[in-house]
């Protein structure tokens, strides 16, 4: 299969570099709003070619396209790219409104395409461990959950805004927490099969004064910096999810961690280690999420151009937890990130693709793993007033033994 990348900013070179290294994977195109930035990627990874504008990609001979544009326009990529027939991995979030999702779960209904999101926390070693227990059924029932995603904006993001915003990035970089929920929402419900029915939230209004976070100024309207947002799920259960970016934590240190509650046994991750326990006894079980594979090459093409801050994102290595059985063998050795996601995400798309097989994060779970923080969004706005979330049901059935688990 031949993939076309739209956008070349800090995230898509990991992608691009896996991919040109999957064997199912012919070739790796790109295009980018600012073609220096698409020419130096040509240069860097040794691209076949790239193309001026997303129209040309999208009219190219490209099996697939990978979303990787500023996070509020992947709804409407992600539907364009649909439309003209391609098959798509979307960075996230999914969107930025229900209507964009309901509109992606009913074109890919229609033409059978395959869209995937591409969430790390899917893959992130806690997650996938207590995906293991409570298919074993070893929590008994699960009936409180907890992820966090704890990302300061000092520690990587006011360059990243910068980045990709130009002269006017104070605007886009008010980007509200609750609309980039899945890295927190994702972790739990990548592993807790159920789905949010309703959310009240709690947005803290931000103090810094810097122009970011400030109504006047945001694009969105927003001034909340960090949220809070409590959940029930469909089983009777219950999620709380924080999305912090005023908070004095440091980068690369699990800014996506997950606590699981059970009536026989609980594990809980926090910034420096997890633990499992019964009423018995408690385990540390925090080496088997290690994936740190030592200092970090930074003179690595895909690190090109990344603030210090946001390095740790694309450098990490594989957990005990994590079957590289399943990932082809040109992976051994690449360079991986968040926790040893990357390796995963790019070899399931492709994967899916070929194969004709939803993906683990199809457009259903992906929107499981974003309507509610839309709507955590909406509640917040309103005091923290209790509102229904909307669902689009479980989709078709994944075989998750073709993608390992």
Known sequence: MKIGVIGTGQFAGSFIGLWQLHPDVSEVVATDLVPERAAEHQQRYGLPATYDSTEELLDSDCDAVAVMTQRWTHGEMVLRALDVGKH???????????????????????????YMMGETSYYNPAVVYARQKIAEGAFGRVFYSEGDYVHD???????????????DWRRTASYPPMLYPTHAIGGVLGAVPSYA????????????????????????????????AHFQLADGGVMRTNEFRRVGHPAGVLESRFRFYGTDAVMEQTSTGAAWSDRDHIEDISELFYTNDGEVDTSAPELAGLDPALVHSFASGTAKVHDRSRLPVEFEGARNGHEGAHHFLADDFVRAVLNKTQPPVNAWLAARFTVPGIIAQQSAHRNGERLPIPDFGDGPDVDLQLFGG
């Open 88 to 114: 798509v991995y979307s960075a996230v979030p999914m969107a930025i409104s229900v209507a964009e999702i309901e509109q992606i779960i009913a074109k890919v209904q229609q033409t059978g395409l395959i």
């Open 153 to 167: 904006m000092d520690n990587g993001f006011y360059t990243a805004y910068q980045f990709s915003g130009g002269e």
């Open 197 to 228: 029915t309703s959310v009240s939230c709690i947005g803290v209004v931000d103090d810094r004064g810097d122009g970011v976070f400030d109504r006047e100024v945001s694009m969105f309207d927003n001034d909340f910096s960090n949220m809070s």
